[in-house]
């Protein structure tokens, strides 16, 4: 044998022994594969019967009338065990039990406030059946439904949220205002519509902002019993003429939102005034008053609402800051006060009585110049000074 044919026999070999490698590789890849696919296969089949025996709760939004759920909302209500229906805290549309049902061929449990604010027979089917809780609206925009959220999670139950539209955005929408614009909203209530204060106050800060407010009127289901326009309307001029702000007043330009979303919607727009003596329908209701006003905001408001735009303006400029009302009031007492003693002092005490004038002038030109704290400060230190003379008993005053 040549070298060159040894050469060649023992590459032969060495051919041989790397394919038959190879052949034991491929062998025992597939048999481990083989395995491996057994495995995954039993795996996902336990966690299938695991998850079909897992419950799981969602919060399902029904929008806004008939037809306002979503497409992902009729299917998580169709693969649900349960469906519960909140029915309270607003009149459904007649339609819309008998369109969910159409579309979900699903039957549903209308529950009660109670029911749901308790949430333990929620729960308890929840943690081993699919439940849905549907509501109007979106889900999350009221917290009795966020706290039974938080229930079902520490309790180890899978939590789902599916969104829809709600009047939160829908107002805005419908209105033609910035959504940006609006700043905190206000519910009013049945109990609270005689005095509105919370709402005045809220609306108050809210103007000075040049933002706008949206006031939601309460209605309840069962009672049959809600806040009109009207009464909301009333109650917030009677709070003006108790706090004075300049907040509202029969010439406050407002909207007036009735059954957003229904077949049977119905919208306005004018001052207070107009809008009081207007007939737009049962509840759902809202109201909206409007801060500083963009001229496209002006210019949709008209063509909505077919208001020229002479008639549509802002309520933020007319509102009155807090020290502005106050502080010109204890300026003016403070006033009559150190003139009716002024020829009772001694020469010892004119330094105070002068301190006291330069407090009360500082006072107003820090209003002026919209430093309301420093305004406040000052009026504080002047009427101070007058009453230490009296508390020393060395003049009575008569504030």
Not at 130 to 144: E, H, N, Q, R, Y
Not at 213 to 241: F, N, W
Not at 329 to 350: C, F, H, I, M, N
Not at 372 to 391: P, Q, T, V
Request: aromatic share 6%; with cysteine.
């Amino acid at each position: 044998m040549t070298s060159e044919n040894k050469d060649y026999s023992v590459l032969e070999l060495g051919a041989d022994k790397a394919t038959q490698s190879v052949e034991r590789c491929v062998n025992l890849n597939l048999a481990f594969n083989a395995t491996l696919a057994t495995t995954l296969k039993s795996s996902l089949i336990d966690e299938f019967q695991r998850s079909s025996l897992l419950g799981r709760l969602s919060f399902v939004g029904l929008g806004l009338g008939a037809k306002g759920i979503t497409l992902e909302g009729v299917e998580e209500m169709i693969g649900s065990d349960v469906i519960y229906l909140e029915y309270y805290t607003t009149p459904h549309e007649p339609q819309l039990l008998k369109q969910v049902q159409v579309s979900t061929g699903k039957s549903f449990t209308i529950v009660d406030r109670h029911f749901v604010e308790d949430g333990t027979n929620i729960l308890s089917d929840a943690e081993a059946r699919k439940v849905v809780l549907a509501v109007l609206g979106d889900p999350m925009i009221a917290t009795t439904h966020n706290e039974l959220r938080v229930r079902a999670i520490k309790k180890g139950i899978e939590t789902r949220v599916v969104h829809s539209a709600t009047i939160a955005s829908a107002a805005a929408s419908a209105s033609g205002l910035h959504s940006y614009k609006f700043s905190r909203t206000v519910t009013v209530t049945r109990e609270a519509v005689g005095k509105l204060t919370q709402a005045y106050h809220i609306l108050h800060e809210n103007l000075l902002e040049g933002a706008h407010t949206l006031l939601l009127l309460e209605y309840d289901v069962q009672s049959g019993q809600g806040v009109t326009p009207a009464d909301a309307m009333a109650g917030l001029l009677l709070a003006e003429g108790n706090f004075k702000r300049g907040v509202v007043g029969e010439g406050t330009f407002a909207i007036l939102l009735s059954r957003l979303g229904r077949e049977d919607a119905a919208m306005a727009a004018g001052t207070f005034a107009e809008l009081s003596k207007k007939e737009v329908g049962g509840p759902p209701n809202c109201l909206i008053i409007p801060g500083k006003l963009h001229f496209t905001e002006v210019e949709a408001i008209a063509a909505i609402f077919s208001v020229p735009e002479a008639q549509i303006r802002s309520n933020s400029d007319q509102v009155l800051r807090t020290a502005q009302t106050l502080v010109p009031k204890y300026v003016a007492k403070t006033r009559r006060a150190l003139d009716s003693v002024k020829g009772k002092l001694g020469p010892q005490y004119e330094h105070v009585v002068e301190n006291a004038e330069l407090y009360m002038k500082d006072a107003e030109n820090f209003l002026a110049n919209g430093e309301d704290e420093m305004a406040m400060l000052s009026i504080g230190y002047a009427e101070g000074l007058l009453d230490s003379l009296s508390f020393a008993g060395v003049v009575k005053i008569d504030w």
